[in-house]
């Protein structure tokens, strides 16, 4: 006895299409062209994931720049003053007080800078 696929077969191309939709061109209702940008689609997302994290970083830090720049001294003195401080303070939070609480930045470059000249 044969056994026709055609209900598998059409949940599939459902399942991609779906996936799919909002595509641009053929890659939307195109199996081979879909399934070939659904892949492409994936791949991209996992290495943006990646990206997204640099990105982040950098913004924070050209953010605490700015800010430390304003209280009169450089990103990388004030990182290392606030080490030799022992200031556990991360780059996102700090970014985060360089925006939204300027006098608790003011008082963590205080510290950094009170370290540095010890």
Do not use: C, P
Not at 84 to 97: C, E, H, I, P, S
């Amino acid at each position: 006895m044969r056994v026709k696929g055609s209900s598998a077969s059409r949940n599939k191309l459902k399942k991609l299409f779906s996936i799919t939709k909002g595509f641009w061109g053929r890659k939307k209702n195109v199996y081979r062209r879909a399934r070939e940008a659904y892949l492409h689609a994936l791949s991209k997302s996992y290495h943006d994931r990646k990206v997204k994290k640099r990105d982040f970083r950098q913004l924070w830090i050209i953010r605490i720049n700015a800010a430390a720049r304003m209280n009169g001294i450089s990103y990388s003195h004030l990182m290392n003053g606030l080490k030799k401080a022992q200031v556990g303070v991360n780059r996102k939070m700090l970014a985060d007080l360089a925006i939204h609480d300027a006098a608790a930045f003011t008082a963590l470059v205080g510290k950094a800078k009170e370290a540095l000249t010890r």
